[in-house]
């Protein structure tokens, strides 16, 4: 079992950028796979990348593409989302999950959660 904490959401202008981290529990961090995902208000729940267990795949969603970076450091049970060129539509609660078997952008395959992380683009 994993447990997440999510960090470093915040109000920030369009055309900024931030840094999201997500800490995550357990000695098995690297056998994980694990992907960032959003909510908007009154929206479902939307992929935005995942990252294989090594670091070597990576996917993202066709709107942040260019845009955000995912990337992880297993010595330190961290993957992180590097936001950039970020717009107000990228505004919502964001997500860390992780799961063992499963990889890629359909979140009903993600057997753990954080909490969220706020996220305000202002134009």
């Known amino acids: 079992q994993v447990q997440l904490v999510e960090s470093g959401g915040g109000l920030v202008q369009a055309g900024g950028s931030l840094r999201l981290s997500c800490a995550a529990s357990g000695r098995t961090f690297r056998s994980y796979y694990m992907g960032w995902f959003r909510q908007a208000p009154g929206k479902e729940r939307e992929f935005v990348a995942a990252?294989?267990?090594?670091?070597?795949?990576?996917d993202y969603a066709d709107s942040v593409k260019g845009r955000f970076t995912i990337s992880r450091d297993n010595a330190k049970n961290t993957v992180y989302l590097q936001m950039n060129s970020l717009k107000p539509e990228d505004t919502a609660v964001y997500y860390c999950?992780?799961?063992?078997?499963?990889?890629?952008?359909?979140?009903?395959?993600?057997?753990?959660w954080g909490q969220g992380t706020q996220v305000t683009v202002s134009s």
């Open positions: 999950a992780a799961d063992s078997q499963y990889y890629g952008s359909n979140p009903n395959t993600y057997a753990y």
């Open positions: 990252i294989s267990w090594s670091g070597v795949n990576t």
